[in-house]
């Protein structure tokens, strides 16, 4: 092989590797996860993937979560850091005003983090959780959650902070929030009764889908 031929592969080979790089914030060197998958449709609670308790079944081709008190819960059985995109399809049933957390929670170990879900005013729900020292709220703008049907949900992470979509919208009344490194998912969400009183009711909802990627 020429002098200028050796060149071209290295140079080729090169490029490959700049184009294979990402504005991922892992350390280099360090191999990416596999991608985490799961539609709901054997009927079946993947316990390598989730623990959970209480009225969480998969039946129907989806994840059914009937929320009536702390012990109904869904958790990963694992945490995930870096960067990395969630994607959930889940559907709203039925709500009750203390329940507004009811979707997804993405917190650490100590219970910092953030969580979104649906509420009675058609707009998606924030919780900005720091640890022992109180919960930070906001909502999205109207129309980001309509309960009966089924919408996709996309979070993704860069660089220590969380952007949202609603079928594609980006939600923009929620400003991106820094999340804690390692995080756990939770689906219901994070449990909370504001009145200190009892449920009302049930609040329930349908995940048809959920992936994350690196």
């Not at 031929?5 to 892992?26: H, K, M, Q, Y």
């Not at 009750?96 to 929670?105: N, P, R």
């Not at 709220?137 to 969380?162: C, H, I, K, M």
Request: hydrophobic residues 35%; aromatic residues 10%; proline residues 4%.
């Amino acid at each position: 092989m020429s002098r200028s031929s050796r060149f071209l592969v290295l140079l080729l080979i090169s490029l490959f590797a700049i184009a294979g790089c990402s504005d991922d914030d892992s350390p280099t060197g360090v191999s990416t996860p596999e991608p985490v998958l799961d539609s709901f449709d054997d009927g079946s609670i993947d316990t390598s993937l989730w623990e959970s308790g209480g009225s969480v079944t998969e039946a129907g081709g989806m994840l059914q979560i009937r929320r009536d008190g702390i012990d109904d819960y869904i958790q990963s059985t694992g945490t995930y850091s870096g960067n990395w995109t969630i994607t959930l399809e889940i559907r709203l049933n039925s709500i009750t005003w203390h329940d507004m957390f009811h979707g997804i929670s993405l917190r650490g170990d100590d219970g910092a983090g953030m969580s979104f879900g649906f509420s009675q005013y058609g707009k998606l729900y924030q919780g900005v959780h720091r640890g022992t020292s109180g919960t930070s709220f906001n909502y999205g703008p109207d129309g980001s959650n309509r309960a009966g049907e089924l919408q996709t949900w996309v979070f993704t992470r860069r660089n220590g902070e969380v952007t949202v979509t609603v079928d594609g919208s980006e939600v923009d009344g929620i400003a991106p929030v820094e999340v804690p490194n390692a995080i756990r998912i939770s689906l219901p969400g994070y449990y909370s009764d504001g009145d200190g009183a009892g449920p009302l009711k049930i609040t329930s909802s349908d995940v048809m889908s959920f992936g994350l990627e690196f």
